[in-house]
Antibody
Framework: EVQLLQSGGGLVQPGGSLRLSCAAS????????VSWVRQAPGKGLEWVSG????????YYADSVKGRFTISRDNSKNTLDLQMNNLRAEDTAVYYC??????????????WGQGTLVTVSS | EIVLTQFPGTLSLSPGERATLSCRAS???????LAWYRQKPGQAPRLLIY???SRVSGIPDRFSGSGSGTDFTLTISRLEPEDFAVYYC?????????FGPGTKVDIK
């Protein structure tokens, strides 16, 4: 069974930093692209960032480019999202998401439980 | 960037009725790389349809997808109580991946 267990998140002041993590199991992590998707309170879904299976290629939404960094550790089956210079509009539930095909771009068959990031003074 | 528009914004129906949800893309979605998700309150989205019309394993056959190019449709033949939720379309033809704003299906 595929599991994506997220950690991190919380309250941070504008301009601050936060790191999210996602521990994957139940599939061959090193052979799969993965992504982060977020959802602001009461709003729709927004893809944030993706990373290829080896980590050689990374992809970002314009809204976070230059501020967020996606990375992975295939030896530990973990995915991270380093978020710097956070803004109020980054407030959202963040999900790690895995495409069943393992490809990028692709639809997401599996989702983490979500973690809330609140940017507020 | 491919922008997706969904309509209607809200669909008010009764259990057992048929629901027809639409998703329109700002440009042609190559290879019909269009997916549909259902999201219940407080839960992560669940993938229902990919490739515009292929149902994910375990998804009931009351869900069907159709369309090509720029116009896509999700049909729920008979609404069950668990189907009252928000539905999103997503294109994965290229980066950035984009989602539509969602259609809420609520109980009439």
């Amino acid at each position: 069974e595929v599991q994506l267990l997220q950690s991190g998140g919380g309250l941070v002041q504008p301009g601050g930093s936060l790191r999210l993590s996602c521990a994957a199991s139940g599939f061959t992590f090193s052979r799969s692209a993965v992504s982060w998707v977020r959802q602001a309170p009461g709003k729709g879904l927004e893809w944030v960032s993706g990373i290829s299976d080896t980590g050689a290629s990374t992809y970002y939404a314009d809204s976070v480019k230059g501020r967020f960094t996606i990375s992975r550790d295939n030896s530990k089956n973990t995915l991270d999202l380093q978020m710097n210079n956070l803004r109020a509009e980054d407030t959202a539930v963040y999900y790690c998401a895995h495409p069943g095909s393992g490809h990028y771009p692709a639809p997401f068959d599996h989702w983490g439980q979500g973690t809330l990031v609140t940017v507020s003074s | 960037e491919i922008v997706l528009t969904q309509f209607p914004g809200t669909l008010s129906l009764s259990p057992g009725e048929r629901a027809t949800l639409s998703c329109r893309a700002s440009q042609s979605v190559s290879s019909n790389s269009l997916a549909w998700y259902r999201q219940k309150p407080g839960q992560a989205p669940r993938l229902l349809i990919y490739g515009a019309s292929s149902r994910v394993s375990g998804i009931p056959d009351r869900f069907s997808g159709s369309g090509s190019g720029t116009d896509f449709t999700l049909t729920i033949s008979r609404l069950e109580p668990e189907d009252f939720a928000v539905y999103y379309c997503q294109q994965y033809a290229g980066s950035p991946l984009t989602f539509g704003p969602g259609t809420k299906v609520d109980i009439k």
